[in-house]
């Protein structure tokens, strides 16, 4: 064989080994996204929220979200909307840190960050997460699943729906109006008596 082919040869098979690794170092940095919850949203029966001292509890009675501990308040279904298609559908991609000594680093340890619970019908918790708020990126935050020691950058704020105080769930019932003339044709029948 021509010693030009064959150092042309070995040329060739340098570049495919070069890109391989080259391949094969990228597919390691890549970001992947993986979502929050994975179940389904029906299953979805009680959400415990704490941060700290402060803790809330949503449940639902049968198709009305209701808050534990308080039946002066009603549960705004914009939040409860907000809360399925923002935080349960979103996703963490890029992985921080694995070292469970770092927790505090990202505001996601027992203490410093914000505690999610998803509960089904049974009392079963089908979801855990620690969020914590990056002090880099207000568009983004750590987030780690159960006890697991990784902690990951989702891919949008999810802290901002998500709160401990019932009147960011609740709102005071409005009271029920009753139109004038309806009301004026009441009068009128109880004064015929």
Do not use: C
Not at 67 to 73: F, K, M, R, Y
Request: glycine share 6%.
């Amino acid at each position: 064989m021509d010693k030009n082919i064959q150092n042309g040869l070995i040329f060739i098979i340098i570049l495919f080994i070069l890109a391989g690794i080259k391949l094969n170092s990228d597919s390691k940095h890549a970001t992947t996204l993986n979502t929050l919850y994975t179940g389904k949203i029906e299953d979805v029966h009680k959400i415990l929220i704490q941060e700290g001292q402060d803790a809330i509890e949503l449940y639902k009675d049968n198709e009305t979200w209701k808050i534990a501990g308080n039946d002066t308040l009603e549960v705004r279904e914009n939040k409860i909307s907000n809360f399925f298609d923002n935080v349960l559908t979103a996703g963490s991609e890029t992985l921080v840190s694995n070292n469970s000594e770092k927790w505090d680093t990202f505001s996601v340890g027992d203490s410093t960050g914000m505690h999610l619970a998803i509960i089904n019908n049974e009392d079963v918790t089908i979801g855990y997460y620690v969020f914590g708020r990056s002090k880099k990126d207000w568009s983004h935050n750590y987030v780690r699943y159960d006890n697991k020691p990784e902690v990951y950058l989702t891919n949008t704020s999810i802290i901002h729906h998500i709160n401990t105080r019932d009147v960011f769930w609740g709102e005071i019932p409005k009271p029920i109006e009753i139109p004038q003339d309806s009301l004026n044709s009441k009068l009128d029948t109880l004064n015929n008596f």
